[in-house]
């Protein structure tokens, strides 16, 4: 079946301007996590979705920055007023919860750029 | 807080040489995975493991989980240019929010042929 999508796949903005990048997970997982990447380094992460639960925003920066997932499906991470710190990779992935191991299925991640 | 130190942070070796890469913690894990990560790509989990003491091995990779759950290893035979990539380990909290994962720091892995 499909993997985990993500768009756009780049994305370059000029600080100040927000940002939308999307998320589409495995058909059926019902957790989303959305993660950030510096250049060659770990993954900090953001926010977390758990089926009808509240998300776990424990991760976000800033308050410019927020998730949403609608119909327990799609995610969209919005960043707002983007600064060039705000620069990194943004992954996300989805995994079948519970499951034992609660592996998780990565996207390919949207690369932002802010100039 | 709840870490996982990776080390080394960068290895470059030849092919043909072996390696062992550690993620270490001072906290208890239900369970730990390995990811491998190439450029452009996200991470792709290439084992779990569960129990303490348990040894899996995947062709030339083989991983240790830690008798008490806090530690492991991944060990490269005869390392290929194609298994160059960023190596992360990924536990899950036996307390708390079993099911967020806390990511390693992550090691970089260059195989010259």
């Known amino acids: 079946g499909a993997g985990v999508s993500q768009s756009p796949s780049n994305k370059v903005t000029e600080k100040g301007k927000d940002v939308e990048l999307r998320c589409d997970p495995i058909?059926?997982?019902?957790?989303l996590y959305w993660y950030r990447q510096s250049l060659g380094q770990g993954l900090e992460f953001l926010i977390y979705?758990?089926?009808?639960?509240?998300?776990?925003k424990s991760g976000l920066p800033s308050d410019r920055f927020s998730a949403e997932r609608t119909g327990g499906s799609v995610s969209t991470l919005t960043i707002q007023r983007t600064q060039q710190e705000d620069s990194a990779v943004y992954l996300c992935?989805?995994?079948?919860?519970?499951?034992?191991?609660?592996?998780?299925?990565f996207g390919p991640g949207t690369r932002l750029t802010v100039t | 807080t709840q870490l996982l130190e990776q080390s080394p942070q960068f290895l470059s070796i030849q092919e043909g040489e072996n390696l062992t890469v550690y993620c270490n913690s001072s906290?208890?894990?239900?369970?730990l995975q390995w990811y491998r990560q190439e450029p452009g790509e996200g991470p792709v989990l290439l084992v779990t493991?569960?129990?303490?003491?348990e040894v899996k091995k995947l062709k030339r990779l083989t991983f240790q989980f830690g008798d008490a759950r806090k530690d492991s290893s991944l060990h490269i035979t005869a390392a290929q240019p194609g298994d160059t990539g960023l190596y992360l380990c990924?536990?899950?909290?036996?307390?708390?929010?079993?099911?967020?994962?806390?990511f390693g720091t992550g090691t970089l892995l260059a195989v010259q042929p």
């Open positions: 992935a989805s995994s079948l919860w519970p499951a034992a191991g609660y592996e998780q299925y």
């Open positions: 058909s059926g997982h019902t957790a």
């Open positions: 979705f758990q089926g009808n639960s509240a998300p776990d």
């Open positions: 906290s208890v894990f239900s369970s």
């Open positions: 493991v569960v129990t303490g003491g």
């Open positions: 990924a536990g899950a909290p036996l307390l708390g929010a079993t099911n967020k994962l806390i």
